[in-house]
C-alpha cells in the first residue's frame, strides 16, 4: 500500500508564494496533486511522470505553478506563485503505481492526508 505524506500548506496573502511537499513510500508511475474547496469539486492540479520527462497542469494553474520531482527522495515538488484567492483549498498529494495516470482527473488510486492551502485577498 503506497503512502503519500504532504507538507508545506499555510496561509499567504494574494500574490505570494508557497511550496507543498509530498514524499511517496515506494515507486510510483506518477504522481502529483489535486484539490477541493469547500462545496466544489475535486480539481486535478498537476501531474508529472516518473519515467517520462513530461508534466500536465490544470489550465487555471498553468503559468503560475510548477510541479517537479526528486528521484533519489521519492518526492514530488508544487511550487505555487502568483496565488490567487480562488486556489484556496486542501491540495492532495496524489500518486498511480501503473497506468492510467488519472491525477489530473482527481480519481487516482492513492492519496495523502492533505494540507491546506488558504490565500487571503
Known amino acids: 500500500q503506497l503512502q503519500l505524506v504532504e507538507s508545506g500548506g499555510g496561509s499567504v496573502k494574494a500574490g505570494g508564494s508557497l511550496r507543498l511537499s509530498c514524499v511517496a513510500s515506494?515507486?510510483?508511475?506518477?504522481m502529483g496533486w489535486f484539490r477541493q474547496a469547500p462545496g466544489k469539486e475535486r480539481e486535478g492540479v498537476a501531474t508529472?511522470?516518473?519515467?517520462?520527462?513530461?508534466?500536465y497542469y490544470a489550465a487555471s494553474v498553468k503559468g503560475r505553478f510548477t510541479i517537479s520531482r526528486d528521484y533519489s527522495r521519492n518526492t514530488v515538488y508544487l511550487q505555487m506563485n502568483t496565488l490567487k484567492p480562488e486556489d484556496t483549498a486542501m491540495y492532495y498529494c496524489?500518486?498511480?503505481?501503473?497506468?492510467?495516470?488519472?491525477?489530473?482527473?482527481?480519481?487516482?488510486?492513492?492519496w495523502g492526508q492533505g494540507t491546506q492551502v488558504s490565500v487571503s485577498s
Open positions: 496524489a500518486a498511480e503505481t501503473d497506468l492510467p495516470c488519472r491525477v489530473l482527473s482527481a480519481s487516482s488510486q492513492y
Open positions: 515506494g515507486s510510483t508511475y506518477c
Open positions: 508529472i511522470y516518473t519515467n517520462v520527462n513530461k508534466s
